[in-house]
């Protein structure tokens, strides 16, 4: 199966910006829907972007639109969350999944990775 790895979390202060990157290993990335989920403390698991195999649609959570810009490049087997204009709201693990559609539904998605801490500060 295939192996997901996020990386580029981090503190930013509110109306910053980041770059997640989510790395796969063991399958071709090319091979999944890949999406971006969110979990803050004593919240549940939120969904906040997917993309499709080729890369040619793009899905986004209401809250996140406008902002945040997920993309993904097949050939270096890994796939990217621009998140501009962060607020504190924002405040999450972040988690790279991969799966067979694109959906809102995290169990739905078959593979997970471990999470990158992404905290906006006021």
């Known amino acids: 199966q295939v192996q997901l790895v996020e990386s580029g979390g981090g503190l930013v202060q509110a109306g910053g910006s980041l770059r997640l990157a989510c790395a796969a290993s063991?399958?071709?990335?090319?091979?999944?829907?890949m999406g971006w989920f969110r979990q803050a403390p004593g919240k549940e698991r939120e969904f906040v972007a997917g993309?499709?195999?080729?890369?040619?649609?793009?899905s986004y959570t209401d809250s996140v639109k406008g902002r945040f810009t997920i993309t993904r490049d097949n050939a270096k087997n890994t796939v990217y969350l621009q998140m501009n204009s962060l607020t504190p709201v924002d405040t999450a693990v972040y988690y790279c999944?991969?799966?067979?559609?694109?959906?809102?539904?995290?169990?739905?998605?078959?593979?997970w990775g471990q999470g990158t801490q992404v905290t906006v500060s006021s």
């Open positions: 063991g399958r071709p990335a090319s091979g999944y829907v």
């Open positions: 999944a991969a799966g067979r559609l694109l959906v809102a539904v995290a169990r739905l998605y078959d593979h």
């Open positions: 993309i499709l195999r080729s890369g040619s649609s793009q």
